[in-house]
Every structure is written in C-alpha cells, then in structure tokens.
C-alpha cells in the first residue's frame, strides 16, 4: 500500500478520500486554490498545498503544478476524486512520466471511452447491447438522413464528442431531419470543435441504470451492481439509489455481464461505470462508460458494505481485487440526495454566499453524511455548489426513503438558497415513493414539487418570538435558567414581564404578544390578514434543548423546532418545513440590550458611565442614550426607534443591576 498519496480534489470528495486514506495509514497531501484555504479539506489535511487562485484552471486543473507538489512532497499516487482531472488521459499520462501512480484506469481506457461514435464501435465488436443507431464515419447528410429514416421516428442526433445531453436534438418526422441535424452539428463544432453526430433511435421514458465496476490489473474484474440514477434535471442527477428499484436477478446478471464485456473491451483497471439506458420495459442499452469513481458512488457502499476509495487503493498499488464476484453481497437499499445552493424556485440557478446557519442531522449506520463545508463557510461560484450529500440506507427501499426523509427534516440551512424542501417533497412523492421512476420524473411531477408556497401558520412565530425572549433570558445570565438551556417559565426582570415582538412575512406585520405565568405564557397574536377579530389567547412554553433547538408547546400542540435569528432575520424548521421572516425589533442592532415595553434595559450588572441625551429629547433611531461600563468594556445604548427619551432612572456612577430599566423610551407612534 503506498505511504502518502496527493488528493488533486476539494470538498466533500476531497474529504472522503482523506478518511479512507486515514482509516488505511495512508498519508494524504491536500492541494487547496486560494478560494479553499480554510476549507475543510485543507483544515483535516495531514499535508496541505496551494495551487494557485480560485479559477479550476488556474488551481485545480493545473496538472502540472499538482504533479510538481507531489513529487515535491513525497506523494506515490494522485486521487483525481471526480470532475477536474479525472477523466483526463493526458494528465494519468503524465502522472506516469513523472514516476507517479495516477489512481485510475489507463489512459488508453480514458481515451477509448472519450468518443461516444468510437466506444459505441468498440462496445458494439464486444457485444455489448446498443441503442438502434448509426455511429459510423460517413458524415453526409444524405447518408445521415438514409439511417435516420431507417431507424424510424422519433429518433435523437447526438454530437458524437458531446455529453451530459449537450448537442442533443429529438426529431420526429423526416422532414425536420435535415434542420435538426444542421443545427446539432454547429452545436457540436461550437461546444466540442468536433461536429461528427450519431443518430438513435428515441427511446420513450427510459431510465438511468449505471453499472459499478471493478477490475485489477492481474485480469480479475467484478461488478458491485447497479445504481438508479434516473431522477435528473437539466442533466443533474438529484436522487440516486441501489439498487435499481424493480430489477431482477436475470436482468442484473445481463448487465453485470454486458458491464464487465465493456470494461474488458477497454482494458480497464480501477472503479467504472457503464451506464446503460433502459426502456420501461427493461432492456438496457449501453451509453457511455466513466472513467472515474461518481459522486453516487455511497450508495454502492452503503449496500455492499465495501470502501470503493480502499479499493481504488489497493488496485491502484497492484493489489488484486479483495473479493470475488460471488462474496460479493447485496443488502437492503440505499438513496443518496443532493443538497445543493441552488433555487428550485428559479430553475435551480446555483446560489453563492455565505452558509450563515447550517445543522446536519446526526449520521448513523443507516445515515451517512458526505459534506465538505460547515456553518460560516462560503459557497462560492468557482465550483460546483454542492453543499453535501445525504445517503440513507434501509432493509427495504420503503425504509430508507423514511429515513431519507427524516434525516432531510434534520437538515437546516439559512442564510443561502438551497434544495432540502424540494428533495423532501421529491422523495415524497407518489412518483418517486412508488418508483415509477424515468428521467423526466421531475416535469411530470411539476405540480407535486413547487406547490404555491404556504403562509407562515401562527404558530411559527410565536416560536420565533419565545425563542428570542428564552435567549435573551440566558445571555441575562438569569438566576431562573440554573441550567445552560431551560424552561421559560413564568418570569419577570424588574419590568413589565408582557413582551410583544413585531414580525414581518410578505409585507404584513404580526404580533405576538407574551405574558409571564407561572409554566410559561400566555400567547396572543394579532389575526392575520385584513381580518378584524380578537386575537385568541392560548398557553405557550418552550424549553431550550440546544443552542438552536428547542421543545415547544402551543395550546394542545407539542413542536421540536430549531430557530435561527440573524439580525432581523428569523428561520424556523418545524418537521421537514422551513420559513422565514422578518423581525421588526427595534433593537436589533444595539447590542446587548432588551427592551420591556417602553423602556431598555441593562442585560448584565454594570455601571453608568454617561447620559448622553436629555430627558424629554426626541431622538432618532440608533441615537446614542447611555454608555453603561459592564465586563470591563463600554457599551452604549441607542434609541430603538425614532421617539422620546422620556427619562433615565439611573445617574451618572450608580451601579445597576441586570434586568434594571435604564431608559424609560417612547417610540413615536405607539402609546406603550
Ligand atoms: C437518450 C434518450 C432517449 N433515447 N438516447 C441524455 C444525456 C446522455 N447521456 C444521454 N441522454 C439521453 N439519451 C436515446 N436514444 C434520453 C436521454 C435523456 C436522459 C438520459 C439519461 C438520464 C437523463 C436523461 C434526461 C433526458 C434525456
């Protein structure tokens, strides 16, 4: 096994090799661009090397400089994880040059599996199943034109260089050929510099059914069956399971075998996958082969019990395969979500910036967590903006998709766009929960997945709103609490114990108004909308459990929540919903100070150290009122709205006590 290896990745991929490395006594090196310097990767690193800026081009897919850091640092081998460097031929081509093991296929596989016309002519000598089709050299229209009607309609004109379903076009009659095909191939000479196509036949509601293989470089090969990848959009796998829902021992043992033709056909070593497309009906045909281990690849863990990365290793260092095709064991079902930046609601447009607020659920032997970012940490629109991947496993496919969901509950991110809400509804929908799987299940459940977004109910904010009184309670360091987190139960500071706290959804503003009793609160909320009504008054507690979650009760309805305020800013995740609003506080941005109503107060003991207005004086928001001397530093209390600064109940060196009401302040417009 080799000593220390370099990982030319980042993120999550970067992160997961470094554990199985780590797990194996593996040294590993991490190259970082300067966007990545306090990333994760870098931060659990072993070793840690700068490659350049944030651009890929100029960081991460400069072969040159990462080969250099590793002979520099006494790597043997370069994991290229997937994307950048891992499907490039020349750079395993040039890991070898310079004494270093490229962990990987050959790059005479790299290159065979490049060309979609040229692999289809391989896998086709292999026989391995294809799509009906034309993949041959002659380019003329006429000849083009002659398979296409052939085949018969609908068919599909493919750029022959081309991937990820860029330079397709679907044509359905032969009068459209010609045009469809002129414009595929600017297409493919624009995107590719290669406009060569091949025509297929259109295949109706097919499926992505992608074989894992593997092989080593003493002739053994095995394949660690099939993933499901066919929940897609735009081309993006969002939802990927093992195994296929719905395939039978016959049909696998076929596409293991037709997997491992293909392997063979190309001398492969290492991981791989064949991905094949299948009709509804279960034949399969082959599309393409990757040359790398996917970002899916957990699922094929969680249902074999097997390390992919201790694999690659091993292969990689000339071990043979560990086991044979027939210890190879299959168990239960496993699905992995993709949590992305990105806004569902705008086409899934990818989201930058600053992960303000980010809670995963817990993992456990049936929920496992690949992420390469923590709370604080940006997004940033160098890379791809995945923020990490859920992957549940069950006994049955039934129960990972609960604990898929559940854990997708426990997953809370604020401050950036994200899709947890939309994988929740996929993964529960009747499409997806019944299987009915094919690569446009997404537009087919349209309605399902992007229902007209619901009102915040009532009861969110009176969340929001004890949530705040139970934290300002414990930064008051109040006797009450004993413990770190506690119960707000009936209390009072030396004020008016009565809180009313103004929020804002959609340009409407709600109260909610708290009084003290002894167990918790009274609640009352102004009725929402234009409707007039008294406002109904209901019992209300909440006990802090954890920094940002808590236990609530309300009337007879008992929530877990989590909540997050930051400025004005209020999130809070209740089951697997998430909401956001506004706080109108007049005091969010005067530090640490409270106000009962009509006054500000001081939250720890501390003494005056000056009057700043006169009684009486209007004052404009955020004017200074009051320094108070407290922990040894200044702090200086501001109006917390435009009003009158009706009178201060302290002088100049009086010390006071927390709770004590500084200032008494009227906000202009209100009459308490
Ligand atoms: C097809 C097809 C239907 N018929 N080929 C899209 C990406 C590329 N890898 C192959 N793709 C397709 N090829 C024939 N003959 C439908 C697709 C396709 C698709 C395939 C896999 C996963 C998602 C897809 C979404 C749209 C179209």
Redesign the pocket.
């Known amino acids: 096994m080799f000593k220390k290896i370099l990982i030319a990745n980042r993120g999550e991929i970067a992160c997961r090799i470094q554990r199985t490395a780590r797990r194996l006594g593996v040294a590993s090196v991490a190259v970082y661009s300067d966007a990545d310097a306090g990333a994760l990767h870098v931060r659990q690193a072993d070793e840690a090397f700068r490659i350049g800026p944030p651009p890929a081009r100029e960081s991460y897919l400069r072969a040159a400089a990462i080969i250099a850091a590793a002979r520099q640092l006494g790597a043997e081998a370069i994991h290229p994880g997937y994307g950048f460097l891992s499907e490039n031929a020349q750079f395993a081509t040039d890991c070898a040059a310079a004494g270093l093991v490229f962990i990987g296929p050959p790059p005479a596989a790299i290159n065979a599996m490049g060309s979609k016309s040229a692999a289809k002519a391989l896998m086709e000598r292999a026989g391995v199943p294809l ?1 009906p ?1 034309y993949h041959g050299d002659d380019q003329s229209v006429a000849t083009l034109q002659r398979e296409a009607d052939r085949i018969g309609y609908p068919v ?1 004109i ?1 750029a022959s260089a081309g ?3 860029k330079g ?1 076009r679907r044509v359905e009659r032969a009068a459209d050929f010609a045009a469809a095909l002129a414009s595929c191939q600017r297409e493919a000479a624009a995107s590719f510099g290669d406009e060569r196509v091949l025509v ?4 109706l509601r ?1 499926r ?1 059914i992608e074989m894992q293989i593997f092989a080593d470089s003493h002739g053994n090969a095995v394949h660690l069956f099939e993933r499901d ?2 929940v ?1 959009r735009r ?1 993006q796998k969002v939802l990927e399971e093992a195994p296929a829902p719905n395939m039978d021992g016959a049909r696998r043992a076929q596409m293991g075998a037709a997997a491992l033709a293909a392997a063979r056909a190309v001398g492969y070593v290492g991981a791989g996958t064949v ?1 094949f ?1 299948a009709a509804p009906e279960g034949t399969f045909h082959f ?2 082969m990757n040359t790398r281990l996917q970002v899916e690849h957990p699922v094929t863990e969680m249902i074999t019990g097997l390390d992919l990365v201790e694999w690659q290793l091993r292969v990689a260092a000339g071990e043979p395969l560990p086991l044979r095709q027939e210890q190879v064991a299959l168990r239960g079902h496993a699905i992995e979500a993709r949590i992305y930046a990105e806004d569902p609601e705008r086409d899934f447009l990818p989201c930058v910036g600053k992960l303000e607020y980010l809670a995963m659920p817990a993992g456990s032997a049936s929920v496992r967590i690949d992420s390469g970012v923590v709370q604080g940490d940006a997004i940033s629109p160098y890379y791809d903006p995945m923020i990490a991947k859920l992957i549940a496993w069950g006994e049955t496919r039934a129960q990972a998709c609960t604990r898929l969901s559940q854990a997708l509950a426990g997953f809370h991110i604020a401050g950036l766009g994200n899709n947890v809400q939309f994988l929740s509804r996929l993964v529960q929908s009747n499409a997806f929960a019944s299987a009915d799987l094919d ?2 299940l997404i537009e087919r459940e349209h309605a399902a997945l992007f229902p007209p977004a619901a009102p915040v109910p009532d009861d969110m904010f009176a969340m929001a709103a004890m949530y705040i009184v139970a934290r300002e309670r414990l930064a008051a360091g109040s006797a009450a609490m004993g413990t770190a987190w506690g119960s707000v139960e009936g209390w009072r500071l030396n004020g008016p114990a009565d809180r009313r706290l103004q929020f804002q959804y959609r340009g409407e503003q709600r109260t909610v108004s708290l009084q003290a009793v002894a167990g918790g609160f009274l609640l009352s909320m102004t009725p929402a909308g234009a409707a007039a009504g008294v406002a109904t008054t209901r019992r209300a507690s909440l006990t802090l459990i954890a920094e940002h979650d808590a236990r609530a009760t309300v009337g007879d309805h008992d929530y877990h929540v989590s909540v997050a305020i930051r400025d004005s800013q209020c999130e809070v995740f209740s089951q697997d919903a998430h909401y956001s609003f506004e706080r109108l506080d007049p005091l969010a941005h005067v530090g640490e100070v409270m106000s009962v109503a009509g006054g500000v107060c001081a939250l720890m003991p501390g003494r005056v150290v000056a009057l700043l207005v006169k009684p009486g004086a209007k004052v404009s928001k955020g004017e200074p009122l009051l320094v108070l001397e407290a922990m040894k530093m200044e702090q200086t209390f501001s109006a917390p709205a435009d009003g009158v600064c009706v009178g201060f109940n302290v002088a100049i060196g009086e010390q006071v006590v927390e709770g004590s009401e500084l200032v008494e302040f009227k906000a202009a417009g209100t009459d308490s």
Do not use: R
């Not at 297929?200 to 295949?203: G, I, T």
């Open positions: 799509v089709g599909l493919k991937g990820g379903g397709m297929e036949k259109y295949l097919p992505h990848c066919s897609q081309h991905e497309i599309m393409e690569t446009a």
